[in-house]
Antibody, heavy 116, light 110 residues
Framework: EVQLLESGGGLVQPGGSLRLSCAAS????????MTWVRQAPGKGLEWVSAISGSGRNTYYADSVKGRFTISRDNSKNTLYLQMNSLRAEDTAIYYC?????????WGQGTLVTVSS | QAGLTQPPSVSKGLRQTATLTCTGN????????AAWLQQHQGHPPKLLSYRDNNRPSGISERLSASRSGNTASLTINGLQPEDEADYYC???????????FGGGTKLTVL
């Protein structure tokens, strides 16, 4: 079964850091680009960042550029999102998704709350 | 990075047909086509269609997608109570090298 499982969310103070992980199973991880999408409470979906299958190419939304870093370890079938200089407006559920030209598989999400 | 434009809400009766729209520009919807996602409250999104009118396995044939120029559409025939959800469109913007989402449409089945 194809599955994605996010972890690493939690409560962090403004200006703090957090690293999210997304463990993949059931497919050849290195063959697919992966993406992070977030959803603030009561709001719509916002694309955050994407990475190619090899990890060589990365893409970011303007709202996180320079603060967030996407990476992957294909030997561990795991996707990461390093989030630095966190702000209150980064509070959201963060989903990882498999990218086949569309986001065909989603994880259950992990909640990040930025608050003092 | 401007997003795609979707109407905030659509209401239709049981067994009726709903058509949801998503407007972008020639660099995203007009170029790469759009995908449609459904999200029920408290659940992650689910892919309904991609590249305009390709349905993943297991998606109901009551759903069909299309595109005309820079506007994508999702049509749901024979509305059922379980179709009540939020619907999002997404597309790759080849000019900006970013993914863009629509703001979402809340579909209410009366």
């Amino acid at each position: 079964e194809v599955q994605l499982l996010e972890s690493g969310g939690g409560l962090v103070q403004p200006g703090g850091s957090l690293r999210l992980s997304c463990a993949a199973s059931g497919f050849i991880f290195s063959n697919y680009a992966m993406t992070w999408v977030r959803q603030a409470p009561g709001k719509g979906l916002e694309w955050v960042s994407a990475i190619s299958g090899s990890g060589r190419n990365t893409y970011y939304a303007d709202s996180v550029k320079g603060r967030f870093t996407i990476s992957r370890d294909n030997s561990k079938n795991t996707l990461y999102l390093q989030m630095n200089s966190l702000r209150a407006e980064d509070t959201a559920i963060y989903y990882c998704a498999k990218d086949t030209g569309a986001f065909d598989i989603w994880g259950q999400g992990t909640l990040v709350t930025v608050s003092s | 990075q401007a997003g795609l434009t979707q109407p905030p809400s659509v209401s239709k009766g049981l067994r009726q047909t709903a058509t949801l729209t998503c407007t972008g520009n020639s660099n995203n919807v007009g170029d790469q086509g759009a995908a449609w996602l459904q999200q029920h409250q408290g659940h992650p999104p689910k892919l309904l269609s991609y590249r305009d009118n390709n349905r993943p396995s297991g998606i109901s044939e009551r759903l069909s997608a299309s595109r005309s120029g820079n506007t994508a559409s999702l049509t749901i025939n024979g509305l059922q109570p379980e179709d009540e959800a939020d619907y999002y469109c997404s597309a790759w913007d080849s000019s900006l090298s970013v993914w863009v989402f629509g703001g979402g449409t809340k579909l209410t089945v009366l």
